[in-house]
């Protein structure tokens, strides 16, 4: 499973369509491009008030709305150089991934500007 369908699996219930149709980033749908307002078609799931809800229940403080690895430790999923380096590699990530720092910064918006184009409501400032 790739590291971005997990984020998405423990975000999104498993009825909404993000989770239950999630294709890898990676994948291109040229075959069967989705009607223009599929997006628009997805329930709405409000991110920021569920990674809250995680947050106020963990025994850590982790300011998962600027770090990528406190978002992945709040969603129980390794966080880990290597895993990090394997979402940039399914987020298409074009940046030395031997720079730390920048690849966590970009994989950060990346992830948040994914889960609004996959139906989650976001904050503007979080995608930007």
Sequence with gaps: MSIFKAILDKIFPSSHPA?????P??????AAPAPAG??????????EAILNGLAAKHPEKLN???????LMKLLGLDSSL????????????SGDTNDSAAM?????????????????????????
Excluded: F
């Design 104 to 128: 966590n910064i970009w994989l950060h918006k990346q992830v948040m500007q994914k889960l609004a184009e996959n139906g989650g409501k976001v904050p503007d400032d979080l995608k930007k």
């Design 38 to 47: 599929a997006p628009a078609a997805m329930p709405a799931v409000d991110v």
């Design 82 to 93: 290597a895993a990090r380096k394997q979402l940039a590699t399914e987020l298409h990530y």
């Design 64 to 70: 998962w709305k600027t770090s990528i690895v406190d």
């Design 25 to 30: 980033p990676a994948a291109t749908p040229t």
């Design 19 to 23: 989770v239950a149709e999630a294709a």
